[in-house]
């Protein structure tokens, strides 16, 4: 069995130039003048026991999945779509949100999956960079990076449960095991990493706070965990309105500067020692970046790996 893998980014490349291709020829009306691509997959339920299909967002039998589209990982989100569906045994289930601050992305979707039950949100990069202060990484200051704060109020309220993917990801087993993940009662699950240095994701000025540091207090054992494989109860996420309390937590950073990392540590603020721990093969951590060797990705063992997480993009 397994799960999900971040790759590194030339392997994803790689992938996902399999599935389509810049190309200069002339190009069909119907197709993106952007890319060719080799003939549209159409993926069917492999099973008679997948639920019934009905094509509405707000399906019971749907198994709701949130990604960005970014035009600079605009591969890899394709990538990755494309391993969720054919590893899963009821890919007609699969019902995609995409957030986009380009309209332009959504004939390319419709195109590369003809079939595929999506849906583009608009998520207005505006709101979102009044908010965000200076991050060490100029790419950890893009919007999109904040998406995933906002999806319990961009998407339907009919949803009431989410699986958020960051777009370096690729899936190996069957994403409704993940789905099915008890986050018992808890608003968010995700792979933790106990072993991680925590206090490292923020700054002395933090730390020295009399106040600041008291949001751990009452948390059993505060670990990073990697925001790019979320399991979201969206109505508890609403209830508890922890949307506006991360914005609470960057307002903060803008007049006090106590993390670095862009829209990572507010989430740890939040989340920390207070979510559902999922399984690490739901997170294979570390087989990506830059100094990671072509040859040395093709000899791991990923046989007990579902989600492959590439280290460094987007997140």
């Known amino acids: 069995m397994v799960p999900s893998i971040r790759m590194s980014r030339l392997i994803a490349l790689l992938i996902s130039t399999i599935l389509f291709s810049p190309s200069d020829a002339t190009t069909s009306s119907s197709r993106p003048p952007q890319f060719h691509s080799r003939k549209p997959q159409d993926f069917k339920n492999k099973e008679a026991n997948c639920a019934s299909i009905k094509p509405a967002a707000c399906a019971p039998s749907s198994v709701h999945i949130a990604m960005t589209l970014d035009t600079n990982f605009l591969r890899g989100t394709i990538a990755a779509v494309h391993s969720i569906l054919q590893h899963s045994r009821c890919p007609e289930n699969i019902f995609l949100h995409f957030i986009s601050s380009n309209a332009s992305h959504e004939p390319l979707i419709r195109y590369i999956f003809p079939s595929l039950k999506s849906r583009i949100y608009?998520?207005?990069?505006?709101?979102v960079k009044r908010k965000i202060?200076?991050?060490?990484?100029?790419?950890?200051?893009?919007?999109?990076?904040?998406?995933?704060?906002?999806?319990?109020?961009?998407?339907?309220?009919?949803?009431?449960?989410?699986?958020y993917l960051d777009s370096d990801v690729l899936v190996v087993d069957d994403i409704l095991k993940l789905w099915n993940?008890?986050?018992?009662?808890?608003?968010?699950?995700?792979?933790?990493?106990?072993?991680?240095?925590?206090?490292?994701?923020?700054?002395?000025?933090?730390w020295l706070s009399n106040m600041l540091p008291i949001v751990f207090s009452n948390?059993?054992?505060?670990?990073?965990?990697?925001?790019?494989?979320?399991?979201?109860?969206?109505?508890?996420?609403?209830?508890s309105r922890y949307t506006e309390n991360i914005e609470m937590w960057m307002e903060i950073q803008r007049k006090e500067r106590i993390y670095e990392l862009g829209s990572l540590p507010p989430l740890l603020l939040m989340f920390a020692g207070n979510i559902e721990g999922i399984?690490?093969?739901?997170?294979?951590?570390?087989?990506?970046?830059d100094n990671v060797k072509v040859a040395e990705v093709c000899t791991l063992d990923?046989?007990?790996?579902?989600?492959?997480?590439?280290?460094?993009?987007?997140?």
């Open 302 to 315: 990923l046989s007990a790996c579902c989600i492959g997480v590439e280290v460094g993009n987007p997140g």
């Open 279 to 289: 399984e690490h093969r739901w997170n294979q951590h570390g087989l990506g970046g």
């Open 219 to 239: 948390r059993l054992r505060p670990c990073y965990f990697n925001t790019g494989v979320l399991v979201i109860d969206l109505h508890k996420w609403r209830m």
């Open 122 to 127: 608009y998520f207005n990069s505006e709101i």
């Open 133 to 163: 202060s200076p991050s060490i990484r100029e790419g950890l200051e893009q919007p999109l990076n904040y998406a995933r704060t906002y999806l319990p109020h961009l998407l339907e309220p009919c949803i009431e449960r989410v699986i």
């Open 181 to 206: 993940t008890d986050l018992r009662t808890k608003a968010v699950g995700s792979p933790e990493y106990c072993h991680a240095n925590f206090t490292k994701y923020f700054t002395l000025k933090f």
